[in-house]
């Protein structure tokens, strides 16, 4: 295919900003129908390189290579494989919805949707680039303008939350980029000549204690925007302060790159450093999974509920990291997406309440299905998808991720632990998750009806092009789950075959 597919989703998004900069800001119709139009061409175009993607003959597909500094080998290099793919389609599903989510924004639309599009443009950037240094380059401009968008359009403490957060993932990404050059270093040295080709960087033979000294680095570069525990303290005043569709987008995209990336760079790249901190991963995932799910049981907010949820639900994609096998790492892939669309539907439906009772307060609600019945059976459909049921997406992700870390064979700390032991204990995270949903399920939408909430009116017209988006999305992967899982395993069989043919080491524990 000749057409640069993957560079004309990445800057449908860029033209859609630089329109809306022509736009007056009084034109505010105009701005959202922009934006709204530009994310709907990544959307379709997405789709189109989801579907002409030949997962049977997997690899690197719709390659676009520019040299742009050749003496230290940095090329504008994009493509997809079998992992990246399902995220691009995941980042245009969530920008698409999180535009209409948006679409009861009145100050200082213009400037928002300006930073809203920058800030996807470095989301597709980083799934699509080849080249390390444009991996990194997208990545900080998927990280910067978050603080803006939190700072300036964001509720509850938002200029302490805005700040934590930035100030969290610039030192996390400070620990990536250190473990980047080192690696440009080393490789340049075993080459002889400069490049950033994480292809070509894959290809070079680290000494173990490399490997093991810059997986530690991307282990706390990436892992802080997992988040993994206990670097997580970030995330859930970032959900609770941004606004509904940097909600979807922090929740639904921004975490997931963070999980790529320890993949896409941390295992491909250093598969011995990888299984020597295998162990630690597993045993903090367990934390993120319990811990996370305990703590989103008793809070007392909607987008608490959901931000600690993200932190437990993406404890399962570090599990998958963690056990290093085939089935686990399709399920850790498999996840993200699942996870991402499931997380984003549930802010956008908190966004729709919030803005018109003003509250998040859940024992302030009750019975609210009878007044708003679409925003109830939004929100009940990613219940049940958040604790795994059958026939919608999670599930099958989920098992996955559940078969992977169960078979594996190892033993920790002596015998005295075991992967079947850590996925027996993140098993029991869905006990908890379905807690606390049918909860706040039940005590907002199904509870005693309450009349100070009579003049809510229930989510129509574009309000509801989230919700039937994302509901549509976890309902056809989770019913024909083929769509995604066949893609995932051509782009994991690779990365597998990788981590097999690395010498077995003992690990950290």
Known sequence: MNFPILTAIML??????????????????????????????????????????????GGLQFLQDIPWVPAFGINYSVCVDGMSMPLVLLTAIVIFTGVFA?????????????????????????????????????????????????????????????????????????????????????????????????????????????????????????????????????SPDGHVAAPTAVSMLHAGVLMKLGAYGLIRVGVFLFPEGAKYWAPLIAVLCIVNVVYGAMIAMVQKDLKFVIGYSSVSHMGYVLLGIAALNTL????????????????????????????????????????????????????????????????????????????????????????????????ILAISGIVITATYVLRVVKNTFFGPRKAEWDHLEDARGVEMVPIVVLVATLILFGLLPSLQIDMINSGVAPLVAKIEAAKAIGGIF
């Open 102 to 234: 948006s679409w009861d924004m009145t100050k200082r639309v213009k400037e928002f949707f300006i930073f809203l599009l920058m800030l996807v443009t470095g989301v597709f950037g980083v799934f699509i680039s080849r080249d390390l240094f444009f991996f990194y380059l997208f990545f900080e401009v998927a990280v910067i303008p978050m603080y803006l968008l939190i700072g300036i359009w964001g509720s509850t403490r938002k200029e302490y939350a805005a700040m934590k957060l930035t100030l969290y993932l610039l030192v996390g990404s400070a620990f990536a980029l250190i473990g980047i050059i080192a690696t440009f270093l080393y490789a340049a040295q075993q080459l002889g000549h400069a490049t950033f080709d994480i292809q070509t960087l894959a290809t070079v033979k680290y000494d173990l204690g490399f490997q093991k000294f810059v997986f530690f680095l991307m282990l706390i570069g990436f892992g802080v925007l997992v988040p993994i525990w206990p670097l997580h303290l970030w």
């Open 328 to 423: 686990s790492l399709n399920g850790a892939v498999a996840q993200m997406f699942a996870h991402g669309i499931m997380t984003a539907l549930f802010f956008a439906l908190v966004g729709n309440v919030y803005h018109k009772a003003h509250t998040r307060e859940i024992a302030r609600f009750g019975g609210l299905a009878h007044q708003m019945p679409r925003v109830a059976a939004g929100f009940l459909i990613g219940g049940l998808a958040s604790l795994g049921l059958p026939g919608l997406n999670n599930f099958v992700a989920e098992f996955l991720i559940f078969m992977g870390s169960f078979t594996r064979e190892q033993s920790l700390l002596g015998g005295l632990l075991s992967y079947r032991f850590l996925s």
């Open 12 to 57: 449908a998004p860029v033209v859609g900003l630089l329109l809306i900069l022509l736009i007056p800001e009084k034109e505010q119709l105009t701005i959202k129908i922009t934006a709204a139009v530009a994310t709907f061409v990544s959307l379709v175009l997405a789709i189109l390189a989801y579907v002409l993607y030949d997962h049977g003959q």
